[in-house]
């Protein structure tokens, strides 16, 4: 054990001589997670406000038809009708940015109105630009409109007014506010901190590895008095750490962000502190022990493999986007924790994550989803060992 914790000084000393490791191990971690979330909110937020008080241009056909309604258009200081727009060109202007809008009357609505019956207009516009701004705005022009000839027709009718609302729906959330931001936030961080880890143990894997391999330190390393099976503990422990720190890290950073997003409601600040407790930190500290023992074995013993640092970094990399597959299955609707998921890898980290933090985390569950954690890490970890021993694997040409 003795020679396990000299060689962990050893490699752990190296790792942080290394400037590329400190960046994707702490800065990365630490600067880009807040100042992604903020440069993100506040560009939504200044699109949206943007396009909310930007006027929408709406080319209108057949505006002689609903004369009541078209006033209405026109009483509204957000919206620019435009009547010399054929039918057929509406779509296409639309699509060229010419216009933003169209709103096609058909000649019998008037008729329609009138005769207690229901009249159609067509609505054209691009959702993908807009935020949903355009089809609200205008939808609320006309659902006023809609609700004036109702009342109308109630009156002169002489009915009443709940005659056509036969029921009414009392709804009753019993989620508490807790329970909705722990399912949002739950499902968000995991792909934040299993990113990280990977990453940051990624950087110093390959340098312990394929790294030595090139300066030729392994050699050295090799003729000391400690075991194979102590040299990879002590690789292993290093690797280990420096994921597990990136993922404390980027957690902190979204932490940091949380601090500063504008226009939080106090309520919700108040939630997230209570969320955010020594007790759930420290679960979730436990179920990513586990996940970061497992991606340094796995980063090891690719690295071990690898005849030069550029081939390790080539071959590791693409695993990145892999682990990201279960973590956004997670955040599929109807996918829960349950025997099944809890025994899949980095899967059952998401959606425990996500329990957890709601505070509806079943005992049980989450015990079978450390068993299946720490016996993928053993395992990793004994192919780490038996990959390292091998000669022709150590210095393969």
Known sequence: MTRTVTIVRKELLDVLRDKRTILTMVIIPLVAVPLLITVVLKVSQGQQDK???????????????APALFERILADSLIEPVSTVPENEIEARISEDEIDAGLIIPP???????ADEQAAVTLAFRSSSSFGVTERRLRDVIDDYDDEIVRARIRRLRLD?????????ETRDVSTLKEVLGRTVGGFLPYVFVL?????????GIDLGAGEKERGTLETLLCSPASRLEIVLGKFFVVALAGLLSAMISM????????????????????????????????????????????SA????????????????????PLSFLIIFPVVIGLLPGIELNLQTALVPILN??????????????????????????GLAAL?????????????TLFRA
């Open 51 to 65: 396009l909310a008080a930007k006027a929408i241009r709406l080319a209108v056909v057949g505006e002689e038809y």
């Open 380 to 392: 990793s970890l004994w192919f780490a060992v038996k990959w390292f021993s091998r000669e022709e």
């Open 196 to 204: 990280f880890m990977f990453t940051g143990s990624m950087y110093p």
């Open 298 to 317: 796995v980063i090891l013993a690719g690295s071990i493999y690898a005849r030069s640092f550029k081939e390790a970094q080539s071959s590791l990399t």
């Open 349 to 374: 980290v998401s959606l425990a994550t996500k329990e957890v933090i709601a505070g509806t985390i079943d005992v049980g569950l989450l015990i079978v989803s450390y068993v299946s954690l720490f």
């Open 161 to 169: 007014e709940f005659l056509f609302d036969a029921i009414t729906i």
């Open 108 to 114: 019998d609505f008037n008729e329609r109105v009138d």
């Open 252 to 295: 902190l950073g979204l932490y940091i962000a949380a601090r500063n997003i504008p226009d939080l409601p106090q309520e919700a600040m108040d939630v997230i502190w209570d969320i955010l407790n020594v007790k759930v930190v420290a679960m979730i500290v436990t179920l990513l022990l586990p996940l970061a023992a497992f991606f």
